[in-house]
């Protein structure tokens, strides 16, 4: 459990985390892996959300697991981008949050993923947190704990 004073600076910067829905780069799952590959080489991020046509949320593409498709015994072959949709091989097995979503959670799962998928009660895709936007408010925290609260040491015990 977060200590109250921390739980309640990083709660000040609650609104920052959530980077909106209609910002974020993303592709459909029906999409041929040839525009995802464009897709993902235009935006220059490593991962990006894969939804339904009703903007559920069902996953993540990565432009390895593109690339991985390519491989042939010979070399690279990119005409079978076409031949494959990004549901074929996107990463469905990945931690989400809903909304509304605790910070202890949030702290907990970004520890291994760059950025969270969130998603409200329908599994409707809202947006991400991303792990550069929390550690901008732990850099605030850092810097104005001591601006917001008294810190006194706990007297060590002698055992």
Request: glycine share 2%; hydrophobic share 40%; proline share 6%.
């Given at each position: 459990?977060?200590?109250?004073?921390?739980?309640?600076?990083?709660?000040?910067?609650?609104?920052?985390?959530?980077?909106?829905?209609?910002?974020?780069?993303?592709?459909?799952?029906?999409?041929?892996?040839?525009?995802?590959?464009?897709?993902?080489?235009?935006v220059?991020y490593?991962?990006?959300?894969?939804?339904?046509?009703?903007?559920?949320?069902k996953g993540?593409l990565?432009?390895?697991?593109?690339t991985?498709?390519?491989?042939?015994?010979?070399?690279?072959?990119?005409?079978?981008?076409?031949?494959?949709q990004v549901k074929?091989?996107m990463?469905?097995?990945?931690?989400?949050?809903?909304?509304?979503?605790s910070?202890?959670?949030?702290?907990?799962?970004?520890?291994?993923?760059?950025?969270?998928?969130?998603?409200?009660?329908?599994?409707?895709?809202?947006?991400?947190?991303?792990?550069?936007?929390?550690?901008?408010a732990?850099?605030?925290l850092?810097?104005?704990l001591?601006?917001?609260?008294?810190?006194?040491?706990?007297?060590?015990s002698?055992?």
């Open positions: 459990m977060l200590s109250k004073p921390v739980e309640e600076m990083l709660n000040k910067r609650r609104d920052k985390f959530l980077i909106p829905a209609e910002i974020v780069a993303n592709v459909q799952e029906t999409n041929n892996l040839d525009h995802a590959f464009l897709v993902l080489t235009k220059k490593a991962k990006i959300p894969v939804l339904d046509s009703d903007q559920h949320f993540l990565s432009l390895a697991m593109i991985d498709t390519m491989l042939g015994l010979t070399g690279i072959d990119p005409s079978k981008l076409s031949r494959y074929d091989v990463q469905v097995d990945v931690p989400t949050v809903t909304l509304p979503y910070m202890e959670e949030i702290l907990h799962l970004l520890v291994d993923q760059p950025f969270l998928a969130v998603t409200d009660n329908d599994g409707i895709f809202t947006g991400i947190i991303t792990r550069r936007e929390v550690m901008k732990i850099n605030y850092a810097h104005d001591e601006k917001s609260y008294y810190l006194l040491p706990l007297e060590k002698t055992n």
